[in-house]
């Protein structure tokens, strides 16, 4: 369901490489983390509960990016 409604374009199918999947979700990973922190701000400003929440989802986020990222070097 999530997936589906993520705007994302369609991951690939078939085999794929090591090295493919790594940049394909981090990538996704990058993408979603920035619509976040966008959400975040605008957000901020009528409920700050919810604010917050999406904060620590941002903190995980860009932490799962960092591991990817440290993964592809």
């Known amino acids: 369901m999530v997936a589906s409604q993520a705007n994302l374009d369609a991951f690939p199918?078939?085999?794929l490489e090591d090295r493919?999947?790594?940049d394909l979700m981090?990538?996704?990973v990058d993408i979603v983390a920035k619509r976040v922190r966008e959400r975040?701000?605008?957000v901020g400003k009528i409920d700050e509960t919810t604010s917050n929440l999406l904060q620590?989802?941002?903190y995980a986020l860009d932490k799962q990016a960092w591991q990817l990222r440290a993964t592809q070097q």
């Open 20 to 22: 493919q999947v790594l």
């Open 40 to 42: 975040i701000e605008r």
């Open 13 to 15: 199918g078939g085999f």
């Open 56 to 58: 620590e989802l941002s």
């Open 26 to 28: 981090s990538t996704r």
